[in-house]
């Protein structure tokens, strides 16, 4: 049996965790991809390691610098590695309506939520399709599909995601190489459980399902993803969002 190495970016928020997780429950070998200015990789560690993760990778990296980016896949493929899966998971949000918005908020949303699909995923595929397999994830976001104001930048960022997604496909599909785009709803990471009742209630409210995504949820569809058997599935946005928007 082959053992699979992924990289996750984003690794150490809400959703970042549940595909860790769920990666290693499917045998592979997962590396964790961190801001060092912005995350704590070793309490993450202790916490994955009292949940009974023991064995993640850890790698560095700002990905909306392509420079630290590639330093970041570096220290991965060094430490665990050729990447056989990455997911694109990295992102932010500075939200405001669009009147009111600074540059400086679109430039940060646009690099770390697209740039860094690209210089993360150009150094990675190339490897990929040279040894004929691998597995390329990028997570949208529902906003991306249907748009939402006051989020035109993050908006931009998660819609480009999935045009770089079909187009991407298209070159990898004689390569061995699938790409797909998973376009969450509101999940209930601990960032948004932590929204004040009366909103968290008022966006339960308006999503058909009435109950909010389950991180696990998202790890379990990144997981069948790199799996052998969505080997015929390349290009798709995945929607799921508890029928919150249909297309």
Known sequence: ???RTALVTGAMGGL????????????????????????????????MQAAGFKDFFIAAGDVSDF????AMVAEAESKAGEIDILVNNAGITRDRFFAKLDRSQWDAV?????????NVTQPVSTKMAARGWGRIINISSVNGVRGQAGQTNYSAAKAGILGFTKAL????????VTVNAIAPGYI?????????????????????????????????LCSYLSSELAGYMTGATLNINGGLHMC
Request: glycine share 8%.
């Open 188 to 220: 209930a990471t601990k960032m948004v459980m932590a929204i004040r009742d009366d909103i968290r209630n008022g966006i339960v409210d308006g999503i058909p399902m009435k109950r909010f995504g389950k991180p696990e949820e998202i790890g379990a």
């Open 110 to 118: 646009l690099s770390t939520n697209l740039n860094s699909v690209f």
């Open 169 to 176: 496909a298209q070159e990898l599909v004689t390569k061995g």
């Open 16 to 47: 970042g965790t549940a595909i860790c997780q769920a990666f290693a429950k499917d045998g592979y070998k997962v590396v964790a991809a961190y801001h060092p200015e912005l995350d704590k990789p070793q309490e993450w560690l202790a916490e």
């Open 67 to 70: 420079e630290s980016a590639k």
């Open 1 to 3: 049996m082959t053992i």
